[in-house]
DNA sequence: CAAACATATAAATACATATTCATATGTTGC
DNA sequence: GCAACATATGAATATGTATTTATATGTTTG
């Protein structure tokens, strides 16, 4: 079976996907929620980064909705927003050093 | 079974593959090339590039091992470097436009 | 409602990078 | 070796974006 080739505008918002997840920061922010929800305090805290940062990066990947955060009380706990993404990420994760 | 974090220095070294991805014009000559081996002028005409900024960016694809070239006297033909990648983007194409 | 806490946003900056234009390198046929 | 073709490279530019600093918004508790 011969794989087709998307139309550009497809090929566009794929694109825009996987630039969010070109960035390092990012993406030890996803694969931190991957494990389990997290409130931005502790992406922050355990990645050591500012809670600042921590909330733009959240902001570019709720906007892609790649993330979705969960209020309780004060906090806000994200995960990946479903499991299209998150299956994606393990398989990565997995694939990161096997032999090509 | 729960997934692990990859260690720091895989998360880069896989975000450095994302990024490249991310970009449309890259992301357009891979799926090119997915259906079969390409010249770079073969590229740049079908996909409207410039012959420079196609190879621009082959180089970048050239230097992740994201894709490789075949020389046939004058010509070289690129293909995706491996199995790998092409499953991962034949997937990722299939994803696209699905609900979520 | 005020104070404390958690998260979000705005502006500024520094850095990265996609694209263009010009030129160089490499390959083939005469 | 020279001309024609195919691809690669270098420099310049323009645009994008990650990060910081400072401040604002929202939430709970007294």
Redesign the pocket.
Known sequence: MIPHMPPEADTTVLAETF?LL?????LRILFYCLEAPR????I?ESLQ????????????LRGARLVR?N?V?????YELADKHVSDMLADMAHHVGEDY
Not at 22 to 26: A, I, S, V
Not at 39 to 42: A, F, H, I, L, W
Not at 73 to 77: D, E, L, R, Y
Request: hydrophobic residues 30%; proline residues 3%.
């Open positions: 630039r070109g960035d390092p920061t990012r409130s931005v305090g502790d922050a980064l500012s809670q600042s940062l921590v909330s733009h990066h959240l902001r570019l955060g209020r009380s004060k906090q806000i706990f």
